[in-house]
């Protein structure tokens, strides 16, 4: 026997957390960028400062990556935001992780 399809006439709207997630990682990812290139032009001597935005930066993202995972719990909510914070938020943490690694040997 099947089912009857069931209709939902409630207007659906974005996720506010999906969104927030997105705009951390895009600040993440903008971070990111200008610290790489402000480093290679000055050598990869760009001290203390740069380090301490990087980690900066990376806090973000681990809070954009955590608000983009709890969005998905939203009711009758879209969920486009929350994927594409999350994996934003997902690829950047990885981009700062090998960074780093590549930064200790």
Known sequence: MSRKPTYSFAEKRHSQKGITSTVLGALS???CIVLVGIAMA??????????AIGMTAVIIA???????LRSFKEKNRLSFFSK?????N???LVIWLAIYLFGVR
């Open 90 to 92: 997902g690829t950047i």
């Open 29 to 31: 990812a903008v971070i």
């Open 42 to 51: 000055s050598g990869g001597k760009g001290g203390a400062y740069l380090g």
């Open 84 to 88: 594409a914070g999350s994996m934003i």
């Open 62 to 68: 681990a809070a954009g990556l955590v608000t983009g």
